[in-house]
């Protein structure tokens, strides 16, 4: 059973930043890509970023070049850099593990990120 817990959050003026963090527990964190979603009061749950067991990342292009995600596989956390905030990045984030290779099946509580105008 794979534990997520997301930190981070917060509140920010828009232009600023916050970097988010995911610690994983209870499976073996290397072998598993991960990703960010986000979701907004009244909105759907959408994909932010993803990163692979390699290293090798994408990204929404709503968040391409002011966002970054990135893992240290030797603390099991997984990091979600974001710059130049916008109003319309206001959610709460996830973090998630895909460990069957099938989808994401492993789901953190979520982090509040709400940023002022």
């Known amino acids: 059973q794979v534990q997520l817990v997301e930190s981070g959050g917060g509140l920010v003026q828009a232009g600023g930043s916050l970097r988010l963090s995911c610690a994983a527990s209870?499976?073996?964190?290397?072998?598993?890509?991960m990703a960010w979603f986000r979701q907004a009061p009244g909105k759907e749950r959408e994909f932010v970023a993803a990163?692979?067991?390699?290293?090798?990342?994408g990204y929404a292009n709503s968040v391409k070049g002011r966002f970054t995600i990135s893992r240290i596989n030797a603390e099991n956390a997984l990091y979600l850099q974001m710059n130049s905030l916008k109003p319309e990045d206001t959610a709460v984030y996830y973090c998630a593990a895909n460990t069957k290779r099938r989808e994401y099946d492993y789901w953190g509580q979520g982090t509040q990120v709400t940023v002022s105008s």
């Open positions: 209870g499976g073996t964190f290397s072998m598993y890509p």
């Open positions: 990163i692979n067991t390699n290293g090798g990342t």
